[in-house]
Nanobody
Framework: QLQLLESGGGLVQAGGSLRLSCVAS????????MGWYRQAPGNQRELVAG???????NYADSVKGRFTISRDNVKNTVYLEMNSLKPEDTAVYYC??????????????WGQGTLVTVSS
């Protein structure tokens, strides 16, 4: 089983920056695409950014040019660098990973979430 642990959330003023980290631990044959999602109160969870094991990335239109996703496959860690933050970026940010278990089962795992609050 794989577990994800996020860190780096907090309170920041509009225009500021934060860096989120998500470490994967446990036993897996391989880890595939990792991503960051967010959910604001009253809203559905939405994809913010994703990155494949090969480094290909995709972003939500609302964060393009401001957020950067990256990963360190040796450390099994994915990062989300968030710049020029806006109050509408306020949400709980969740890390997600697709992985293959040692029994060759394709699985998905979520972190517990980290709160990002952007004040105006």
């Amino acid at each position: 089983q794989l577990q994800l642990l996020e860190s780096g959330g907090g309170l920041v003023q509009a225009g500021g920056s934060l860096r989120l980290s998500c470490v994967a631990s446990g036993i897996a044959f391989s880890i595939g695409t990792m991503g960051w999602y967010r959910q604001a109160p009253g809203n559905q969870r939405e994809l913010v950014a994703g990155i494949t094991s090969g480094g290909s990335t995709n972003y939500a239109d609302s964060v393009k040019g401001r957020f950067t996703i990256s990963r360190d496959n040796v450390k099994n860690t994915v990062y989300l660098e968030m710049n020029s933050l806006k109050p509408e970026d306020t949400a709980v940010y969740y890390c997600n990973a697709d992985y293959r278990s040692i029994r060759s089962t394709n699985l998905e795992v979520w972190g517990q979430g980290t709160l990002v609050t952007v004040s105006s």
